[in-house]
């Protein structure tokens, strides 16, 4: 099975773990890794062999990685650390 076969059916049973616990915000991580254990278990694969392949976990392509960063500069009458952050995504 292909990295993006493995990784949509992981995205569809985290969503019915979602559903099934009522919904309970803040949880995605968890059911993201107990359906990744599920589906991994459900085609004999250890997560030894997931990471060689592939870092589903890192690479999730649901959640954009974002990085953030500051500018260096700090206006005239400005105190340090009030310096605008920008999130680069």
Not at 40 to 61: C, I, R
Request: proline share 3%.
């Amino acid at each position: 099975m292909d990295k993006k076969a493995l990784e949509e059916e992981i995205r569809k049973v985290a969503y019915e773990l979602y559903v099934k616990s009522g919904y309970v915000p803040g949880r995605d991580l968890e059911n993201w890794l107990e359906a990744e254990r599920i589906v991994l278990a459900k085609y004999g694969l250890t997560p030894e062999e997931m990471t060689q392949e592939s870092s589903l976990s890192s690479n999730f392509e649901g959640k954009p990685k974002s990085k953030t960063r500051c500018r260096k500069k700090v206006k005239e009458g400005a105190t340090k650390g009030k310096g605008k952050c920008k999130k680069k995504g």
